[in-house]
């Protein structure tokens, strides 16, 4: 760890902490107060959504019919994505005319968006076409984040209201989330990123000559884009030489700012975030990072200002803060080490006027192990999925931390709406701990604690562990699960556990070495990208719905305080314990071993 990772991190926190509290109190005035006066010039615009939609926004929805509602626009959303791969070769704005996307592949596409993953099993520049980008991929971007902040502040009042049958109206929490928070916020960034070069364009592809020719070997794929397998179900390489490029085109900014600000993490080309046209410069990498942790962490506080008590919300920032901060210090320190799987050969991985040093496999030389061990920690503790290295190429315990973060559940900042629903559900399950501790029914801003809300958390933290440990066993034992792995052993055990666990915490970031567009690989990941999210969600919302029947208690001599550093450990403390400890045998099986096999290959040094 250097001097530079750290004058990194204080600097990025620095401006971090800065703007959120004041895009906090910004976000829970633009959805709350009907009267805002900075919100009045968009009035218009959402009493006309309003009216094109038949909505009531003056009535309010009971946790069913909350529930009921978000299942049915998400599974509206994904017919109209699925449609549009499987149309875009007869539909306009394709210059490069890109045939049907494959059914297995845009179904997993379809779920992979609306869920707020952005798995990608595809290179979106020689893939999708500019419409399907913005209509589809685009959108989704914008309204799967706008789904998940629906979701936490309907739990949100279930905390505060009292003896209430509703919850808030869906329609009208995701249309003033999208149309006053994210729509000006992701425009603002989007310029930013186009002031550093990243490109905004509808122009066809280009083709540039190179300096000499190159040769390399690539996957074979079939008319379809699938991967061509041989007669034992791997697939198969071809050496291709070439002394020309095609530089691919498209509208990457506006696509770039609201996939980092929703947490999305969809990349307009398969490199993503390491691409040039994506990131140019270490200003968009900083100013990429901040868009991914600037929601959730604003969250944070406007949770403090609708509970009446800003210290609520910042104990709970506090404890996303301190398990982040730990966690990226452990990436930095495992990846200015040099790794070692590539000991004893001539690798030079110390650092010099001419290099970063480190681990420098996988990393883009403008950015170095500093920014990418910070990239890959930020990324992971979002559920954000973008990435500028290969976390397939970090070191065992370097690539551990972002599968572990993956695993706590998505809460250590965590997506848009989802990292803080998620950290909630912890903090009721701390409350319910302390108060065996003492004897004592466990209270939560003044909400009794009780049966059915310990059922609720209960679901919400074992649905994730359930699919990822299961979805993992049935790809190592199913023979076309193991044909995508490129790397056998520790390793790509590691690979197939790091996209299960991607996909049902709704991360999107993947271990590069699995071939993970086949049939089998599309259907397995869905299935466990749908159920990590509305699984959540739909106890979550329930657990608002029982919160806000009830009367809130007045605080007495017994009541434990939940906004003094001993809830701060204590909720760190569930958070890690419970998250972590369910999958231990899984890690021990992957990057545990890898690392072990790595210091016994140095002589045990």
């Excluded at 209430?164 to 425009?187: C, H, S």
Aim: charged share 10%; hydrophobic share 55%; glycine share 10%.
């Amino acid at each position: 760890m250097t001097a530079q990772f750290m004058g990194l991190l204080a600097l990025f926190l620095a401006i971090l902490l800065a703007i959120a509290p004041v895009l906090g109190r910004y976000l829970w005035r633009a959805v709350e107060d009907r009267q805002y006066a900075l919100t009045a010039w968009g009035r218009p615009v959402e009493r006309l959504i309003y009216r094109a939609g038949g909505i009531r926004a003056d009535t309010e929805m009971g946790w069913k019919q909350y529930a009921v509602a978000v299942l049915a626009f998400n599974l509206l959303g994904a017919v109209v994505v699925y449609g549009l791969q499987r149309l875009q070769g007869v539909l306009p704005l394709n210059p490069q005319g890109f045939g049907a996307v494959s059914p297995d592949s845009a179904f997993n596409t379809a779920v992979s968006f609306i869920t707020n993953t952005n798995w990608q099993g595809y290179a979106g520049e020689s893939t999708m076409s500019y419409l399907t980008q913005m209509l589809g991929l685009a959108v989704q971007n914008f309204v799967s984040a706008a789904t998940g902040i629906a979701v936490v502040l309907a739990l949100i009042r279930g905390f505060v209201r009292q003896k209430a049958a509703a919850i808030g109206n869906f329609w009208v929490d995701m249309t003033r989330t999208t149309l006053y928070v994210l729509l000006p916020v992701a425009t603002a960034i989007a310029v930013a990123l186009v002031s550093q070069g990243v490109i905004q364009n509808f122009d066809a592809y280009k083709e540039a000559s190179m300096v000499s020719a190159v040769e390399y070997s690539a996957p074979a794929t079939d008319a379809t884009g699938q991967p061509v397998l041989d007669s034992q179900g791997r697939p198969v390489v071809k050496v291709v030489k070439t002394d020309k490029q095609i530089l691919a085109m498209g509208p990457v900014a506006s696509q770039e700012a609201i996939k980092m600000l929703g947490t999305n993490g969809g990349g307009f080309f398969n490199a993503n975030s390491a691409h040039p046209f994506e990131n140019p410069t270490a200003l968009a990498n900083l100013i990429e990072m901040l868009a991914i942790f600037l929601i959730p962490a604003a969250l944070c506080f406007a949770f403090g200002e609708m509970a009446g008590d800003r210290r609520q919300g910042i104990a709970v920032l506090a404890s996303m803060m301190a398990i982040f901060i730990a966690m990226a210090c452990v990436a930095a320190l495992a990846e200015h080490r040099a790794n070692p799987a590539l000991a004893g050969l001539p690798v030079d991985s110390v650092a010099s006027a001419l290099q970063a040093g480190g681990n420098m496999e996988g990393k883009e030389t403008r950015f170095g192990p500093a920014a990418s061990a910070l990239f890959a920690t930020v990324t992971t503790a979002a559920s954000c999925g973008a990435v500028n290295a290969m976390h397939d190429s970090f070191t065992a315990i370097g690539g551990m931390v972002p599968l572990l973060l993956i695993q706590l559940g998505e809460v250590v900042f965590g997506g848009v709406g989802s990292g803080l629903y998620g950290m909630l559900v912890y903090a009721v399950l701390a409350v319910f701990i302390a108060g065996l501790m003492i004897g004592r029914t466990p209270e939560y801003l003044g909400k009794k604690i009780e049966a059915c809300e310990m059922k609720m958390a209960a679901v919400v933290i074992l649905v994730t562990p359930l699919l990822v440990l299961l979805g993992t066993s049935v790809a190592v034992m199913a023979d076309a699960g193991r044909a995508g792995v490129l790397n056998p052993g520790t390793h790509g055990f590691s690979e197939i556990l790091y996209a299960l666990s991607s996909a049902a915490n709704n991360n999107g970031s993947a271990f590069a070495g699995l071939s993970a567009n086949t049939p089998f690989y599309n259907t397995l990941l869905a299935v466990a990208m749908w159920f990590g999210r509305f699984w959540i969600i739909i106890p979550v919302l329930a657990m608002a719905g029982t919160l806000a029947a009830k009367p809130r208690m007045p605080a007495s001599a017994g009541t434990m305080p939940t906004h003094g550093p001993l809830f701060v450990v204590l909720l760190v403390g569930t958070v890690l314990l419970v998250g972590a400890l369910t999958y231990v045998p899984a890690l021990a099986l992957g990057p545990v071993a890898e690392q072990l096999q790595g210091v016994v290959a140095q002589g045990g040094n």
